[in-house]
């Protein structure tokens, strides 16, 4: 027992010791700081030089305004090759600004695609269609897709009883609507107007068709062509979901 605690005093003792040499006054070397304590810069920030005590600025980046961020460089070419705005920006909308812009979406009635690519642009949108889409809403467009078939899922409209525009099935895409979630993370820009073509062209009689009626959230009218019965007038009127965070 004498032992153990003559041990333990000696062990303590001696950490007492070897601690004690750690001074203010004599303080660990660090060789290259920069590597044990790492700096981030921030690209749009002034960069400083947290070790010096002179003017606190890298020369490189003087120029700048001390950023170590640069702008590119003078006739770098944009990498859009479509030309198409990505309008899913990931922005928060409000319910009333989700309104709003599915409203204002359904007087587009032309794709920005270059006219000239219908023909290929409408290919792939039945390729993706069919890729993305069908498992819910069918090959057919009558929302009677696999998964709904099978029982496992349900509520999918026929695109006949929506009154839809180019612009508003892309909207809806780029947005989500209710229980469909929105498709910007699995379609780019152009490739959700091509989709949107597609369903227009092949489920509504054409691209560009006018929307039947004034477009407003709480009043939809089934499409007068075709005589259906109107099962989106009780979906269209409860917009309930919020729209992508
Ligand atoms: C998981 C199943 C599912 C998938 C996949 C899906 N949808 Fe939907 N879609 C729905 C449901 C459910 C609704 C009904 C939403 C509502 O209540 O308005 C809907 C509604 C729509 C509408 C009508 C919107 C309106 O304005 O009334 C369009 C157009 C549409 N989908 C297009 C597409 C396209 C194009 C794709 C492929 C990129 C797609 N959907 C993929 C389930 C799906």
């Not at 009154?163 to 099935?169: E, K, M, N």
């Not at 820009?189 to 062209?201: S, T």
């Amino acid at each position: 027992m004498t032992k153990n605690i003559l041990k333990i005093t000696a062990i303590l003792g001696f950490a007492a010791i070897s601690l004690s040499s750690c001074s203010k006054q004599n303080p660990p070397l660090v060789y290259f700081p920069d590597m044990y304590f790492p700096v981030a810069y921030d690209p749009l920030a002034k960069a400083e030089d947290a070790y010096s005590k002179h003017e606190n600025e890298i020369p490189a980046f003087v120029k700048q305004n001390g950023a170590t961020g640069l702008g590119p460089v003078n006739g770098t070419v944009a990498q859009n090759k479509e030309g198409v705005a990505d309008e899913a920006a990931n922005t928060a909308m409000t319910m009333d600004q989700y309104n709003a812009g599915y409203d204002a979406s359904k007087l587009v009635t032309a794709s920005p695609l270059d006219p000239a690519n219908q023909q290929k642009d409408l290919e792939r949108g039945k390729d993706l269609y069919n890729k993305t889409c069908a498992a819910c809403h069918g090959t057919g467009g009558d929302g009677q897709g696999s998964i709904v078939a099978s029982g496992a899922y349900s509520g999918v409209p026929n695109y006949k009883d929506r009154q839809i525009t180019v612009g508003s099935v892309h909207y809806v895409l780029t947005n989500g609507r209710n229980a469909m979630g929105s498709f910007a993370g699995q379609l780019k820009p152009g490739d959700r107007w091509r989709v949107a073509m597609y369903v227009m062209n092949e489920f509504k009689g054409g691209i560009n068709p006018a929307p039947a009626a004034p477009a407003t959230a709480t009043a939809t009218t089934p499409d007068p062509a075709t005589a259906a019965p109107a099962p989106a007038d009780a979906a269209a009127a409860s917009v309930t979901t919020s729209p992508k965070k």
